[in-house]
């Protein structure tokens, strides 16, 4: 596709189940972000990944929080025993390279209930 | 402690109002970038400034990068209500992950 696809849209979850949160980069893009964001907040920084590197995981929260991507393809964020403290949108971005700038999906909107 | 500190935090003006926006930093960036987010979507890229003193221009926009490229402006001309928006500003200092600033509230009535 044209840009970054994030699935689902909207999540509502029950407290203590896990989630998998879904992001198709746009093809080529070697770097790719995932970040979270409360209600009238900032941009929270949880992990990097840049081609075939190790990827950078000091913002995850958690160790119940966990990503993977394959190469330079979909990466899924995983939520284990989610919490309310859990509820944001989750954005992800892709970029051809760590300097240039970042297309965003529209994001996944988690809700723990 | 921010490592991008964005001034001001809310901005509500009136349809035609020229209005800057500030984002400011201690360290040193190889560049910086500006992106404007509309409720419900993610952030938008507007424009990436890279050399220190770089001024660049998008319609009514005008971006500039300080000389030591430690900050960067974001000056409307004639705001409109379509520039409504969150304006945050991002960069990599060093070689850390991309960082964003808490982001401008921007609100133009009309």
């Known amino acids: 596709g044209a840009g970054v696809s994030q699935s689902p849209s909207n999540k509502v979850t029950e407290k203590g189940k896990d989630v998998e949160l879904r992001c198709d980069p746009i093809?080529?893009?070697?770097?790719l972000y995932w970040y979270r964001q409360r209600l009238g907040q900032g941009l929270e920084f949880l992990i990097y990944?840049?081609?075939?590197?190790?990827?950078?995981k000091s913002g995850l929260p958690s160790d119940r929080f966990s990503a993977e991507r394959t190469g330079e393809s979909v990466s899924t964020l995983t939520i284990q025993r989610t919490q309310q403290e859990d509820s944001a949108v989750y954005l992800c971005?892709?970029?051809?390279?760590?300097?240039?700038?970042?297309?965003f999906g529209s994001g996944t909107r988690l809700t723990v209930v | 402690t921010q490592l991008l500190e964005q001034s001001p935090q809310f901005l509500s003006i009136q349809e035609g109002e020229n209005l800057t926006v500030y984002c400011n930093s201690s360290?040193?960036?190889?560049?910086l970038q500006w992106y404007r987010q509309e409720p419900g979507e993610g952030p938008v890229l507007l424009v990436t400034?890279?050399?220190?003193?770089e001024v660049k221009k998008l319609k009514r926009l005008t971006f500039q990068f300080g000389d030591a490229r430690k900050d960067s402006s974001l000056h409307i001309t004639a705001a409109q209500p379509g520039d409504t928006g969150l304006y945050l500003c991002?960069?990599?200092?060093?070689?850390?992950?991309?960082?964003f600033g808490k982001g401008t509230m921007l609100l133009v009535s009309p």
């Open positions: 990944f840049q081609g075939n590197s190790a990827p950078d």
């Open positions: 971005a892709s970029s051809p390279d760590r300097d240039y700038g970042y297309t």
């Open positions: 991002a960069g990599v200092p060093g070689y850390s992950t991309l960082t």
């Open positions: 093809s080529g893009h070697t770097a």
């Open positions: 400034v890279v050399t220190g003193g």
């Open positions: 360290s040193v960036f190889s560049s």
